[in-house]
């Protein structure tokens, strides 16, 4: 089992940044890739960026964040990071972290929310 407990999120205007945070405890060793999705209002969940923690340079991000969203990994705190900048109205959504293990099962954080409004 692995859990997540993500932190960051909140309201900020066309333009702006914020930076998430999750840290992962639990079963690190089962860990294959760690990422993000996020869930807009009447939409589904999408992937926004995801990378192998044996591979951290290797991120797949969605083409709608490409550029402007970057994310890392820090293996010695077992948490994932995104940092977004240039934010959009279109951007606004909860973001879920997103664990991956070595058997494909999928952990999830509670979810935070992002707003980008003016």
């Known amino acids: 089992q692995v859990q997540l407990v993500e932190s960051g999120g909140g309201l900020v205007q066309p333009g702006g940044s914020l930076r998430l945070a999750c840290r992962a405890s639990?079963?690190?060793?089962?860990?294959?890739?760690m990422g993000w999705y996020r869930q807009g209002p009447g939409r589904q969940r999408d992937l926004v960026a995801r990378?192998?923690?044996?591979?951290?340079?290797?991120?797949d991000y969605s083409h709608s964040v490409s550029g402007r969203f970057t994310l890392s990994i820090d293996s010695a705190k077992n948490t994932v990071y995104l940092q977004m900048n240039s934010l959009e109205p279109e951007d606004t959504a909860v973001y879920y972290c997103?664990?991956?293990?070595?058997?494909?099962?999928?952990?999830w954080g509670q979810g935070t929310q992002v707003t980008v409004s003016s």
């Open positions: 639990g079963d690190i060793a089962s860990i294959y890739a």
């Open positions: 990378a192998p923690v044996i591979s951290t340079e290797n991120v």
């Open positions: 997103n664990v991956k293990s070595l058997r494909g099962r999928d952990y």
